[in-house]
């Protein structure tokens, strides 16, 4: 098997802060920790190349860096491409990310490289590659190089990946499927007789921590705004001209209401299958309240309303399609002078 | 309350002239289940069907799947509120065809979040051996409906027929000595000291819909305007309850009411000297803030203060609103002081953990997680696809993509899944 390797100025051998600004360089076989981990890797494998950028420069130089680097990656026809480990580097654990994710999305072969968890690199590509934690002692070389040519030798053979603990890489943060003897049933008493006796336990889920969204600035006039409605509850015009998905959609509509007083339940249907939609069938009002918002235009309550309703729908939508389409439609918001929405769920 | 099952294994199912238990071979005669099932007039026809593990056979979309079960003299009648009287479940003795089911299909594909093929029950390959339903002895029912009648009526006639063969078929087993019994009773619970108080709440529906006319949940009542009340362990599993009609994501059958999976694993503990089973509460997701407050109190207050427990089971019934009163109902245990266990479904699908929960409470910290969004199968063309109609006939002939949440049994949401989350 061969491997390429890349390092930094330091464990490269060249020098400190003031080597950071050095280009990309190129060397035959094993250099520094190089020489450990092809040791570890076992006899059939070699270091073919070592690749040795200064932080600084493969930083400010990232996209000329990854494509030089692909470049002599594919070259030595490497079957692994190895970076760092890092530590706590930041500088480094970027690059050394980046350049794994390249190789392994543009080249397809295992990469495999090490951080410390608060290394900056790690949260940027934990979940598009193996980053084994190399905790922030760099007195720990030899174990750390121990695990990374474990994982790399098991992802060399396509092997089963244990979990984070037993393999010692930093959690993804993604889910796989694996049928095991016991039943659900089996684990739920299991794990909570664990609880209750006070002895560890290993729950197959781990709740995720969201940073608090900032509250906007109050509307100044709200007898000048213009106000826009916009739901999830999968009200779209008959035909479903844009082919909104009943559930985990990936696209919403924009729908003229132009000169409408009253929402009428014979222009529209429900693209959502997670509530019965009968009630909102009868009187799409129910769901995109256009009535009440026509009264409060009239009242001088609102500015106006803006002729035109958002619509998608919110059914078991993961994160990365709801994140996505929540910026699309804030950004036509935007575009369109809109200073408030009036968001309605099911 | 005192339950004796009294189990008759069958290793075959046979069509003959007549029902009869020889040994653990259940001869079926179809004349005598046809005329059962066309006692009601809006089925105009059936076919009956045998499946057994390893066949090259698919069936769907499947309505339900019941074990064969019925009750000896002096016990409630059989399917309280549903067959019979609403009188009590869970009491004198139940004679049950272990081995065996009775699998409706349904005419339409259920519709809604799960896809054009509904379930799908597979009796080879991979899907099978991922579904418990992959090792039993299966009679299908291919009902043939009135055409013209609504939904709810139809899948009231899939429901009676259904129950009325599952009860028939057992009852050739009466007068026969079983092979095994189980004695299910937990007033020791009152008794013994020192073990931890465990109990389980289940969710049975989820007013996210409104229960069709005339459903059949809980002794036969549709659970509208519902709150959470106390069940004997014993009631869920000799027939107080049939799940509704609209199960989502993974799907919750009557089977496995009988054989619950939580309740017979806390039972299990129970006679093991390990706890003490303090009984269980059956809830209901719920509509709204206003109901989801209601429910969630009225549930943990049950456990924690007519159930006196230290700690309870969790599973939900449903998606994403079940998960949130699921955990809600949890963390307000938490604060009382009654750890938890929750089970949810894999919403990620995506596959990232950040999809995977609809809560971040620290204490609700103990979580089973069924898999299923990364699960799929390429099924092959199999010998005999049996649906109702031709064209569901060809939706299933295969070869035919499948998620593992379509295949019936696999991500069951009662607890019955091998499949599980796996983060990394």
């Not at chain 1, 950028?53 to 990232?62: F, I």
């Not at chain 2, 059962?36 to 390893?54: K, M, R, T, W, Y």
């Not at chain 2, 456990?303 to 949890?330: C, I, M, N, Q, Y």
Request: charged share 20%.
């Amino acid at each position: 098997m061969r491997v390429v390797h890349y390092l930094n100025q330091f464990f490269g051998g060249l020098g400190g802060e003031e080597k950071a600004g050095t280009g990309l360089e190129s060397r035959d076989g094993a250099v520094g920790p190089g020489k450990l981990l092809e040791q570890l890797l076992g006899s059939d494998c070699q270091v073919v190349t070592t690749l040795i950028c200064g932080d600084n420069y493969a930083v400010e130089n990232r996209e000329a860096l990854t494509a030089a680097v692909l470049k002599k990656v594919r070259t030595a026809r490497a079957d692994l491409f190895v970076a760092g480990p890092c530590f706590l580097a930041g500088r480094y654990g970027m690059v050394s990310g980046a350049l794994c994710a390249a190789v392994q999305s543009k080249l397809n072969i295992p990469v495999i490289t090490a951080m410390a968890a608060e290394n900056p690199g790690a949260d940027l590509y934990r979940e598009f590659i193996y980053i084994v934690d190399s905790g922030d002692n760099g007195a720990k070389m030899r174990d750390v190089l121990t695990r990374m040519a474990a994982l790399a030798q098991k992802l060399m053979r396509h092997e089963t990946i244990g979990s984070p603990k037993e393999e010692g890489y930093l959690a993804r943060g993604l889910i796989r499927d694996e049928f095991v003897e016991r039943t659900a049933g089996e684990r739920l008493v299991d794990m909570l007789l664990k609880k209750v006796r006070g002895e560890p336990f290993e729950s197959e889920m781990s709740p995720t921590t969201f940073a608090p969204v900032p509250k906007p600035p109050a509307i100044a006039d709200l007898t000048k705004a213009r106000v826009m409605l916009v739901t999830d509850g999968g009200l779209v015009p008959k035909g479903n001209p844009d082919k909104i998905q009943g559930s985990a959609a990936t696209r919403w509509g924009l729908y003229s209401i132009k000169g409408c007083q009253d929402l009428d339940g014979a222009d529209y249907e429900i693209s959502h299958g997670g509530y019965d939609p009968q009630f909102v069938r009868q009187d799409p009002d129910r769901l995109v309240p256009l009535d009440v918002m026509r009264d409060l235009e009239h009242e001088g309550v609102i500015g106006e309303l803006h002729e035109e309703f958002i619509s998608t729908s919110g059914l078991s939508n993961p994160l990365s399609n709801t994140r996505r389409m929540g910026r699309e439609m804030a950004a036509k918001a935007k575009q369109l002078g809109i200073d408030a929405i009036i968001l309605t769920s099911t | 309350m005192q339950l004796t099952l009294a189990y008759h294994p069958v290793t075959s199912i046979r069509f003959g002239n007549r029902l009869n238990l020889d040994g653990t071979v259940l001869m079926v005669s179809q004349d005598e289940l046809r005329a059962l099932v066309l006692e009601d007039a809006l089925i105009q026809s059936v076919d009956f069907v045998i499946a057994a593990p390893g066949d090259s056979l698919r069936a769907g979309p499947v309505f339900d799947i019941v074990e064969p079960r019925a009750k000896a003299a002096g016990g409630s009648p059989d399917w309280p509120g549903i067959l019979g009287a609403p009188q009590t479940a869970g009491n004198g003795t139940t004679h049950v065809l272990s081995g065996a089911a009775v699998t409706m299909l349904r005419e339409d594909s259920s519709g809604d979040s799960r896809g054009a093929t509904g379930y799908v029950l597979e009796m080879s390959g991979a899907p099978a051996a991922g579904s418990h339903y992959g090792t039993l002895q299966h009679l299908l029912v291919v009902p043939h409906t009135r055409p013209n009648i609504s939904g709810a009526a139809r899948q009231r006639a899939y429901r009676l027929a259904q129950l009325r063969i599952a009860v028939r078929l057992t009852q050739s087993a009466l007068t026969i000595v079983p092979a095994r019994t189980e004695f299910l009773d937990i007033r020791d619970a009152e008794t013994r000291t020192g073990l931890p108080r465990l109990a389980y709440i289940g969710q049975i529906f989820s007013r996210q819909r409104k229960p069709e006319a005339d459903e059949h949940i809980l002794y036969g009542a549709d659970t509208d305007g519902m709150l959470p009340t106390l069940l004997h362990p014993n009631e869920w599993l000799d027939g107080a309850l049939v799940p509704s009609y609209h199960a989502s994501i993974g799907g919750a059958e009557t089977y496995f009411y009988q054989n619950h999976p939580v309740i017979l694993e806390l039972y299990r503990r129970h006679r093991a000297g390990e706890i003490n089973f303090a009984g269980s509460v059956a809830t209901i997701a719920s509509a709204n803030n206003f109901d989801r407050e209601r429910n969630t109190r009225f549930a943990a207050n049950l456990t924690k203060w007519a159930l006196r427990a230290d700690a309870a089971v969790l599973t939900k019934f449903g998606g994403g609103v079940p998960h949130t009163d699921l955990s809600e109902t949890a963390r307000l245990l938490e604060t009382m002081g009654v750890k938890t266990a929750v089970q949810v479904t894999d919403l990620a699908r995506d596959h990232k953990v950040e999809s995977a929960l609809l809560f971040n409470f620290p204490e609700v910290d103990a979580i089973v997680c069924i898999g299923g969004n990364d699960t799929h199968w390429r099924l092959p063309q199999v010998e005999r696809v049996i649906a109702a109609n031709s064209g569901l006939a060809e939706l299933l002939a295969g070869p035919l993509e499948i998620d593992s949440l379509n295949v019936v049994g696999v991500a069951n949401q009662q607890g019955a899944s091998r499949l599980r989350s796996i983060v990394y």
